[in-house]
């Protein structure tokens, strides 16, 4: 077992025990909505084990910044994504792909559905990411959600490359 904690302000403000094989990333969105202190949470930053393709979103659903530290910007660098396609290729960096803005939308109202479920506490970010990886029906569902977290994802890598500011103080709160 091992002791999951959140803490504002360096105050603990809620934790769990999670299973040593249990992801980090696929509780974070539980550890904030429950957060039942007077303590209001309104920026999040953690490690690299916070990470997954949908906290971006999830967290962007009740209004929490997500700002992880990634320890290798120019690495997240080569997986930006753009909203549009580029007509130049000259340029120092260079988006992995264009974000399909068409599937978004397209699954607009099972997003809605997940995030709703989510926010009415009616299942657990880790529930929800266990159906829709075991499956084949929510194949399209995934994508889109994966597609919306790549568009959040790459804006914050652009901010970590744009504000040392940024990258400082994160690193400072993780570490």
Not at 13 to 25: F, T
Request: without cysteine.
């Amino acid at each position: 077992m091992s002791l999951y904690t959140l803490l504002a302000n360096y105050v603990a403000v809620n934790a769990k025990n999670i299973g040593l094989n249990e992801y980090e990333g696929h509780s974070l969105y539980n550890m904030i909505y429950n957060n039942k202190t007077d303590i209001d949470i309104h920026m999040v930053t953690a490690d690299n084990h916070s990470l997954n393709k949908l906290n971006f979103v999830t967290l962007d659903s009740i209004d929490v910044d997500y700002v992880p530290s990634i320890k290798k910007v120019r690495h997240a660098a080569d997986a930006i994504y753009s909203a549009k396609p580029l007509d130049y290729d000259t340029g120092i960096l260079k988006p992995k792909g264009v974000i399909n803005i068409e599937r978004i939308r397209s699954q607009r109202r099972g997003v809605l559905r997940v995030l709703l479920s989510l926010i009415m506490q009616e299942n657990t970010q880790s529930n929800i990411i266990r159906k829709l990886n075991s499956h084949a029906r929510y194949t399209r569902l995934k994508a889109a959600l994966f597609e919306y977290n790549a568009l959040f994802k790459s804006t914050h890598v652009l901010n970590l490359i744009d504000d040392m500011v940024l990258r400082k103080a994160i690193i400072i709160f993780t570490y």
